[in-house]
Nanobody, 124 residues
């Protein structure tokens, strides 16, 4: 079973920035498209951003476009999500997910492998 691990969650003030990283356990990410999702308490899991295997294609949810940036470093076997100008609505558990069959979308059903999530809390 392929596993992913998210790093970098924590407490940040409104307007602040945070960098999340996603790394695989026991396999290489270069053959997988990756997406980031978040799930706030009582809400549906929301697809934030996704990136193709070579990093050449990305897309973002309207709610985070401009403020968030997804990137990957296949040599380091990681995918990052740089988040800036975080708002209170950013409080959620953030997940990365992987698929070998990239459909260029952020639907939850398009991704087969998931991490356990990392908590991000935006609070003053």
């Amino acid at each position: 079973q392929l596993q992913l691990v998210e790093f970098g969650g924590g407490l940040v003030q409104p307007g602040g920035a945070l960098r999340l990283s996603c790394a695989p356990s026991g396999f290489t990410l270069r053959n997988y498209a990756i997406a980031w999702f978040r799930q706030a308490p009582g809400k549906e899991r929301e697809g934030l951003s996704c990136i193709s295997t070579n990093g050449g294609t990305t897309n973002y949810a309207a709610s985070v476009k401009v403020r968030f940036t997804i990137s990957r470093d296949n040599a380091k076997n990681t995918v990052n999500l740089e988040m800036s100008r975080l708002t209170l609505e950013g409080t959620a558990v953030y997940y990365c997910a992987a698929t070998q069959f990239f459909l260029y979308d952020r639907r939850r059903s398009s991704y087969n492998y998931w991490g356990q999530g990392t908590q991000v809390t935006v609070s003053s």
